[in-house]
């Protein structure tokens, strides 16, 4: 009797300390460009590149379908390091039929038949500059992507290439993303082999682009990320409280995502954040809404219901 009375008190005093979760709520909009884009890939044609093409356009629609839905005014397209900023074929636009079948119909046209002192530089330069060809617009935002095993040969400083392609779109945001050997000493794989591109990464540190390997395994992966990158979505929104995970609601437009790794959403905690892929990342001027439970809890009343 006196160790079930003696207990009695303790209960007592939990029921006085108890403790309620609170709900929480975060909402962001999706970047929205407000702008026209031009996209411009400068694809190495020397023939040191086979196996990189032929991997670029078996995996390209990791690129385009991201395009193909994000419903944003753009033109594509696509010139080669032989100096000359020729296009391969006339630009793919935001109202092409076929945006996946067409990208990957010029890349092939691309050739191993360019010079070995590959000048990525120069050709960019001519291929986006409005007063070379009707493709490039001066009040159009300017994304380019150089895809190339070996390091730029124009003879063009890097800041100078930068300088250069930003005078010709006053007021307009101008981004150089690589797919290039890795520094310092470049890299190989099974998917090919590349000399670092140090000019080229130059240009996109300069202008906050995307840096990827051109030796990756994972092709898909780094296009996908490419996509992001060129049509300016943001992927990961960091949370402003602690999750309990199991009460986590993620909703793009009202519609709710689902929690998983492919075309969903997972969570990060070493950032507390969550990071979108695939079709489920907003598209732009999408609005994003987190409803969970703190983890932390409070004491008191819950302040809302999920």
Request: hydrophobic residues 40%; charged residues 25%.
């Given at each position: 009797?006196?160790?079930?009375?003696a207990?009695l008190?303790?209960l007592?005093?939990?029921?006085?300390?108890a403790v309620t979760?609170?709900?929480?709520?975060?909402?962001w909009?999706?970047?929205?460009?407000?702008?026209?884009?031009d996209?411009?890939?400068?694809i190495?044609?020397?023939?040191?590149?086979?196996?990189?093409?032929e991997?670029l356009?078996?995996r390209?629609?990791?690129?385009?379908?991201?395009l193909a839905?994000?419903e944003?005014?753009?033109?594509?397209?696509?010139?080669?390091?032989s100096g000359?900023?020729?296009l391969?074929?006339e630009?793919?636009?935001d109202?092409?039929?076929?945006i996946e079948?067409e990208f990957?119909?010029i890349?092939?046209r691309a050739g191993?038949?360019?010079?070995?002192?590959e000048?990525g530089?120069?050709?960019a330069i001519?291929?986006?500059?409005h007063r070379?060809n009707?493709?490039?617009?001066s009040?159009?935002?300017?994304e380019?992507?150089?895809?190339?095993?070996?390091d730029?040969h124009?003879?063009?400083?890097a800041?100078d290439f930068?300088s250069e392609?930003e005078?010709?779109?006053e007021?307009?945001?101008?981004v150089?993303?690589?797919?290039v050997?890795?520094?310092?000493t470049?890299?190989?794989?099974?998917?090919?082999?590349?000399?670092?591109?140090e000019?080229?990464?130059?240009?996109?540190?300069?202008t906050?682009?995307?840096?990827?390997?051109i030796c990756?395994a994972?092709?898909?992966?780094m296009?996908?990320?490419?996509?992001?990158?060129?049509?300016?979505?943001?992927?990961?929104f960091v949370?402003s409280a602690l999750?309990l995970l199991?009460?986590m609601?993620?909703?793009?437009d009202g519609?709710?995502?689902?929690?998983?790794?492919?075309?969903g959403?997972?969570?990060?905690?070493s950032d507390n954040?969550?990071i979108?892929?695939?079709?489920a990342?907003?598209?732009p001027?999408?609005?994003?809404?987190?409803?969970?439970?703190?983890y932390t809890?409070?004491?008191?009343?819950?302040?809302?219901?999920?």
């Amino acid at each position: 009797m006196k160790r079930a009375l003696a207990i009695l008190p303790i209960l007592a005093a939990c029921s006085d300390y108890a403790v309620t979760r609170s709900t929480a709520r975060d909402g962001w909009i999706q970047t929205d460009r407000g702008a026209e884009l031009d996209i411009l890939w400068v694809i190495d044609d020397s023939a040191s590149m086979a196996e990189e093409q032929e991997t670029l356009t078996e995996r390209s629609s990791a690129f385009a379908t991201p395009l193909a839905a994000a419903e944003l005014p753009f033109r594509l397209a696509i010139t080669t390091t032989s100096g000359t900023g020729e296009l391969l074929a006339e630009p793919i636009g935001d109202q092409t039929e076929d945006i996946e079948g067409e990208f990957a119909a010029i890349l092939t046209r691309a050739g191993l038949e360019g010079a070995r002192e590959e000048a990525g530089f120069a050709s960019a330069i001519l291929a986006a500059d409005h007063r070379s060809n009707d493709y490039a617009r001066s009040d159009a935002d300017l994304e380019l992507v150089v895809y190339s095993d070996e390091d730029d040969h124009s003879g063009i400083d890097a800041s100078d290439f930068v300088s250069e392609l930003e005078s010709t779109r006053e007021g307009r945001s101008v981004v150089v993303s690589v797919v290039v050997g890795d520094l310092p000493t470049g890299c190989a794989s099974a998917a090919g082999a590349a000399d670092p591109g140090e000019a080229y990464v130059e240009a996109q540190e300069a202008t906050g682009g995307a840096r990827e390997s051109i030796c990756t395994a994972d092709t898909e992966g780094m296009l996908e990320r490419l996509a992001n990158q060129v049509l300016g979505l943001q992927t990961k929104f960091v949370l402003s409280a602690l999750p309990l995970l199991a009460t986590m609601d993620v909703r793009v437009d009202g519609v709710a995502i689902p929690r998983r790794d492919s075309d969903g959403w997972r969570y990060d905690g070493s950032d507390n954040s969550i990071i979108f892929d695939g079709w489920a990342i907003p598209r732009p001027g999408a609005a994003i809404d987190a409803f969970y439970y703190d983890y932390t809890g409070n004491r008191g009343e819950d302040t809302a219901a999920l």
